[in-house]
Every structure is written in structure tokens, then in C-alpha cells.
């Protein structure tokens, strides 16, 4: 967790934290919580017998191995399927991930890095899902488990166990923000997909018997808010038209079906930000010493477009961004394409230097985009 003063006083906010997860289990993402905990719990489901106890990964490789041969199937924009290769290695289990086009060398890399298949698709996130879904059904000796990230009907148990890994998060961030003498948040801010995520955040943040409740803010690339666009229609829908952004971790086309009841029930916002616009995040997190990928700073850029910009008073006020209130803000991602943050940073994450304490640290934000 880090508390970023520089940027909450040139936001006029009392204080910013950033919930950094560019390091997870050795990972560069959050994703792997929700991908442990989905695959720990299919191969439960799949195995019909209890796998506990166990003290380490180690130890519960040993019990599966009897098992074996068993693989995992996912679909991903790069971190999922990086996690899911990555306990499946764990585990001694095979595994298969399907991927967009154009999904950066580096991300496919790490995913074969770890010692997973990986195969490039022609379409975008709903195809390398499709794809996914076909492979595990094609299998009728049954030993190979779907791990995905979204849900539709009849594929909803794994998905649900992917949100409640993410939740993890929420706990920790409780106990940090505790410790810091911040407590409840005013407002969270987190990266939208296909959900997932934003659902875990609403079913934390929303929990009966919670006293204050934060504002949930969800930030989504302009081309493909498939979470907005639902929202403002009033159903779950596809995006009739999709436009790629840099914020790859964020290219969905549907919403997943279980989270839809929870975001769009518990999202007091959603913004929508240019791929610019989250470049500029990347920088000024950078200037706070954060290496942030293209997707890990999206909030930061919708943060930005909240507080900034036209029509920021009526924002604040209806999200309770005044000079007292505690911002809490995901950065769900390191850097996991080292040529792109390159490009846009200009530095090496290594050269990252935090600014000295009581300085004023952060770039001026970029002026607010079409899509804000
Ligand atoms: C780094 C990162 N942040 C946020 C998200 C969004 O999560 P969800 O698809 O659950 O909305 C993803 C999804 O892949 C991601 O990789």
C-alpha cells in the first residue's frame, strides 16, 4: 500500500493510497489470487475428494499427483492466463491458454514461461473465451479443467471462485488502511473488464453491517466499456463495435454474467479513459516511484478525470471527494510488456525513484478526453 501525498494534495483530496499489486506470488499481477483460488477449488469440485490437509504447494503437488495427468484451459488478455500457467506448473498440471491477437510478445512469453501452451486466436477476448470453452468440452476423458476469468449460463462456479480469490485484496487493504490510521475509504477506484474484479470490490465494499459506505468507482478504456455500455442500456449486452486499447487486461467485449448483478447494482461510477490518458497515469506513477503497466494504471487515469476537468465539481461533491476523504486506489499491474512501458515511460522500472517526502511529486494530469 502506498500513500501518495504529492498527488492527493494536487487533487485536493486528504489522502491517496494505492493498493499496488505488481507483485503477487512472484507474479505481476492481482490476478493471481483469483486464478489460485479458482484452480485449488476446481480441482476439488473435479476430484469430488477433499485435498487437505496440506502445508504448502509442494505438499498439495504430492497429493494431486495420483491424479495425473489433469491440465487447465484458460483464455486471457495475459495475466490470467500467466497465473493460472503458473500454479498449473505448481501443481504439475498441463496447461493451455488462448489469447487475442496482437497479445504483446512479452505477455505470451511469460505465459510460456511458464510452462504452458500458448495459442494466438484471430479474434478479441469473447473469442480466445470461446475457444477456451470448446477446448475443455472437446476432452471426453474429462482431465481438462476450464479456468475462466468471465461466465456465461451454465459456466459459473469457477468464475465466482476467480472474484472471491480477488477479495483477498479488499481484506488486506482493510488492515493497511488500519494501520495507517485511514480506516473506511471515501471512494475506491478500480480497473472494469469483464467484472470480476469490480465485483469482488462491491461484494467487500457493500457487505451488510458495514458502516460508511465508500464510493465504488470503476474505470473502463473508451472501445471497449462493455460494463458501461450495459449499464447505460440497462442489460448485460456484447459491444456491437470493439476498439482495442493499450489497457489490455480491460479489452472485454461482455460482461461476466455473475458479476453483472453485483456492479451494476454496486458501482456508483464508471469512467471511461483514452489510452493517452492511462499513458499519462503510467508516468505520473512513475514519478512516484510505481511501475505501473498500460492496464495497472487505468484507475489512477479515471482518478484523474474525476477530480480534473470539466464538470469535476458536480463529480466530487456526488462522490464525496472532498479535502478529508481517503481515496483508495487499485494498480492491479506491473509491468508486463518492458518494451511498451519503455516507450511510454521512458525510463527502465529499475530507474524508478520514489520523490522525496513532502514534495509536491506528480506531473500535471493530461486535460480530460472525449471519452471522459
Ligand atoms: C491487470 C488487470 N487489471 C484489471 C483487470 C480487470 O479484471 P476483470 O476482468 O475482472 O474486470 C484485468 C483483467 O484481466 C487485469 O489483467
Redesign the pocket.
Known amino acids: 500500500m502506498r500513500d501518495l501525498p504529492g498527488p492527493a494534495e494536487r487533487m485536493g483530496v486528504g489522502r491517496v493510497l494505492l493498493k499496488d499489486?505488481s507483485s503477487r506470488f512472484g507474479l505481476p499481477?492481482?490476478?493471481a489470487l483469483?486464478a489460485s483460488w479458482a484452480l485449488y477449488r476446481a480441482l476439488h469440485a473435479h476430484l469430488g475428494t477433499d485435498l487437505e490437509p496440506w502445508a504448502d504447494l509442494a505438499d498439495l503437488a504430492a497429493r494431486l499427483r495420483p491424479h495425473l495427468p489433469l491440465r487447465a484451459v484458460a483464455a486471457?488478455?495475459?495475466?490470467?492466463g500467466r497465473a493460472v500457467a503458473a500454479f498449473a506448473r505448481h501443481l504439475g498440471l498441463g496447461c493451455l491458454v488462448f489469447v487475442p491477437a496482437g497479445t504483446a510478445a512479452a505477455r505470451i512469453a511469460a505465459i510460456e514461461g511458464e510452462g504452458a501452451a500458448c495459442t494466438v486466436l484471430d479474434g478479441g477476448y469473447d473469442a480466445a473465451v470461446e475457444r477456451s470453452a470448446a477446448e475443455a468440452e472437446a476432452d471426453r476423458s474429462g482431465r481438462t479443467l476450464l479456468v475462466s476469468?468471465?461466465s456465461w449460463e451454465g459456466y459459473e462456479d469457477v468464475p465466482c471462485w476467480?472474484?472471491e480469490g480477488?477479495l483477498t485484496m479488499f481484506c488486506e487493504a482493510d488492515e493497511q488502511l488500519e494501520a495507517l490510521g485511514a480506516g473506511q475509504p471515501a471512494a475506491v477506484v478500480?480497473?472494469?473488464?469483464?467484472?470480476?474484479?469490480?465485483?469482488a470490490a462491491v461484494r467487500h465494499y457493500r457487505r451488510p453491517g458495514l458502516g460508511r459506505l465508500s464510493a465504488l468507482v470503476g474505470v473502463e478504456p473508451v472501445g471497449a466499456d462493455c460494463v458501461g455500455q450495459s449499464m447505460r442500456a440497462g442489460e448485460r449486452l456484447s459491444l456491437a463495435s470493439y476498439r482495442p486499447s493499450i489497457m489490455?487486461?480491460?479489452n472485454?467485449e461482455t460482461p461476466?454474467l455473475v458479476?453483472w448483478p453485483l456492479v451494476s447494482a454496486g458501482l456508483s461510477a464508471l469512467v471511461a479513459v483514452e489510452d493517452a490518458e492511462a499513458e499519462a497515469a503510467m508516468r505520473t506513477l512513475a514519478s512516484e516511484g510505481v511501475a505501473a503497466?498500460e492496464?495497472?494504471a487505468?484507475a489512477w487515469a479515471g482518478l484523474e478525470l474525476l477530480v480534473g476537468g470539466p464538470g469535476s465539481r458536480a463529480r466530487r461533491s456526488a462522490l464525496g471527494l472532498g479535502p478529508e476523504a481517503t481515496v483508495l486506489v487499485?494498480c492491479?499491474?506491473g509491468v508486463t510488456d518492458p518494451a511498451g512501458y519503455l516507450r511510454v515511460v521512458g525510463r527502465e522500472p529499475a530507474q524508478l525513484t520514489a520523490p522525496a517526502a513532502g514534495k509536491l511529486g506528480a506531473a500535471a494530469p493530461e486535460p480530460a478526453g472525449p471519452g471522459s
Not at 486471457?76 to 490470467?80: I, K, L
Not at 478500480?190 to 465485483?199: D, N, W, Y
Open positions: 499489486e499481477s492481482f490476478k483469483g486471457s488478455d495475459g495475466n490470467h476469468d468471465t476467480v472474484s480477488y478500480v480497473p472494469v473488464g469483464v467484472g470480476a474484479l469490480a465485483a489490455v487486461g480491460l472485454c461476466s458479476a503497466g492496464t495497472g487505468a487499485l492491479t499491474e
